[in-house]
């Protein structure tokens, strides 16, 4: 019974540390990683085409920018890990670990010590902020203000990069007008129980709906035999089903620690999370996840290796069920699904060709969007805690990154310029050139 209660008292520390370790593990085997452009890389190790070194120096170069400049500055404004942050350092650590049993285990241990470690550590940084002169965490927060609205509009650029800029503003004024009906009407009682629709969520799921009715009747290429993707990646697809097992563990753990708050799949559900609307940030991670079949069952079924959260649909499961010994087995349960299906999302994917070309459509707008939110999102943060000081910071530094020989991602700057102002008006403070808000 103690060793009951024990677990129970640390099972968020349980849990981070199983899903670090086995992410890394899936990474260093090459059964599964988290970077998208990341995934086509890998068969070009594990059918030895590259040396592992480069393996390591490419996932290295296409991700820490990202755990740096997006995924730990919106955690941190958050106080919830967006899963970026877990997952992308876990495909550098499994990558630059040998490809050996000695490596694999290694692999398993710095992935959990890195999980525990970023949970701790993400605390340890928010009580060090809220002990500064000026405390600028409510201000941080406003980061994700314009993700949670923007977020919504990326169906309708995706539609736009696919099929043109009618259809594109045909998608955004329907999504529009979605999202302002729910505004009006989206609150109602159904016996007894108040019920009430998230206005982004809901113009989100009908964009989603327009863009996939879009590709549906987008039937040039099929019947090309180049376009059988069951056929022509069929070891592919048995290469990921023989490793189903551990895929279901990641994807209940992954679930798991979505129900226990621990993480988030994307920044909008992660600050619907934070605010407590549990309803409203499942229903938009479903929407999300609709829009990334397409995405992640390609480059799966063309690649042989998998996504450690699958399709996303674990974190639907993680923020809709809140007994996290459930959502581990639903979670489970949906990454076998996933897997088992693959062969009948290559067969529809084939029969509906638009589908499968939305899927850098898709990867390219949700960019897009949420780079212009962020670095919006930093400004108002940054004008929130200096008015015009902040702004300066932020445009100054999203200018000067342009001239650097090694930039950061422009995901990165909004986000880094708003803590980098926070820091700046503290040691002024310090130094009485900046006043202390009484």
């Known amino acids: 019974m103690d060793y009951i209660e024990l677990a129970a008292q640390n099972l968020n520390y349980i849990v981070i540390a199983a899903l670090g370790a086995l992410a890394s593990v899936l990474a260093n085997k090459g059964?599964?990683?988290?970077?998208?452009?990341?995934?086509?890389?890998?068969?070009?190790?594990?059918?030895?085409?590259?040396?592992?070194?480069?393996?390591?120096?490419?996932?290295?170069?296409?991700?820490?920018?990202?755990?740096?400049?997006?995924?730990?500055?919106?955690?941190?404004?958050?106080?919830?890990?967006?899963?970026?942050?877990?997952?992308?350092?876990?495909?550098?650590?499994?990558?630059?670990?040998?490809?050996?049993?000695?490596?694999?285990?290694?692999?398993g241990v710095i992935g959990a010590a890195y999980g525990v470690g970023l949970l701790i550590g993400l605390q340890t940084i928010i009580d060090l902020f809220a002990m500064l002169p000026i405390n600028v965490l409510p201000s941080l927060g406003t980061i994700s203000t314009p993700i949670v609205v923007a977020f919504a509009i990326f169906p309708a650029v995706a539609v736009g990069f696919q099929f043109g800029i009618k259809k594109g503003l045909i998608t955004a004024i329907v999504s529009l007008l979605v999202r302002q009906i729910v505004e009006m009407y989206g609150v109602f009682m159904i016996g007894g129980a108040r019920i009430a629709l998230n206005r982004e969520g809901m113009a989100l799921l009908a964009?989603?709906?327009?863009?996939?009715?879009?590709?549906?009747?987008?039937?040039?290429?099929?019947?090309?035999?180049?376009?059988?993707?069951?056929?022509?990646?069929?070891?592919?697809?048995?290469?990921?089903?023989?490793?189903?097992?551990?895929?279901?563990?990641?994807?209940?753990?992954?679930?798991?620690?979505?129900?226990?708050?621990l993480v988030?799949?994307?920044?909008?559900?992660?600050?619907?999370?934070?605010?407590?609307?549990r309803p409203e940030a499942a229903l938009t991670a479903f929407a999300r996840a609709i829009g990334f079949v397409p995405l992640i069952a390609t480059t799966a079924i063309a690649t042989g290796v998998y996504g450690p959260v699958g399709m996303t649909f674990v974190f639907v499961i993680g923020l809709s069920v809140q007994n996290p010994y459930l959502a581990f087995i639903l979670g489970a349960l949906c990454i076998t699904a996933e897997v088992f299906l693959l062969n009948a999302i290559a067969v529809?994917?084939?029969?509906?060709?638009?589908?499968?070309?939305?899927?850098?459509?898709?990867?390219?707008?949700?960019?897009?969007?949420?780079?212009?939110?962020?670095?919006?999102?930093?400004?108002?943060?940054?004008?929130a805690m200096a008015p015009g000081f902040g702004l300066f910071v932020v445009i100054g530094l999203y200018c000067l990154n342009k001239t650097s020989k090694k930039p950061l991602v422009d995901l990165a700057i909004g986000p880094v310029g708003a803590i980098l102002t926070g820091l700046i008006i503290n040691v002024l403070a310090v130094l009485r050139i900046f006043p202390i808000p009484q």
């Open 31 to 107: 059964i599964a990683v988290f970077n998208d452009g990341f995934r086509p890389v890998l068969p070009e190790y594990y059918e030895g085409r590259m040396d592992r070194k480069t393996l390591a120096a490419t996932s290295f170069a296409i991700s820490f920018g990202l755990v740096i400049g997006f995924g730990l500055p919106t955690s941190i404004a958050a106080s919830i890990i967006l899963i970026h942050c877990i997952l992308l350092t876990t495909d550098i650590i499994g990558t630059f670990c040998p490809d050996n049993i000695a490596g694999t285990i290694l692999a």
């Open 207 to 261: 964009g989603m709906i327009i863009m996939i009715t879009y590709a549906i009747r987008d039937k040039e290429g099929v019947g090309d035999a180049t376009t059988q993707l069951a056929k022509l990646f069929e070891e592919k697809v048995r290469r990921i089903r023989s490793n189903f097992i551990l895929l279901a563990v990641m994807g209940g753990l992954v679930a798991a620690a979505t129900s226990l708050a």
């Open 264 to 277: 988030a799949g994307d920044p909008i559900s992660l600050n619907l999370l934070k605010e407590g609307s």
């Open 348 to 383: 529809m994917l084939d029969k509906y060709p638009g589908v499968r070309r939305c899927s850098d459509n898709i990867r390219t707008a949700m960019s897009k969007v949420i780079e212009i939110a962020l670095l919006v999102g930093g400004m108002m943060a940054a004008q």
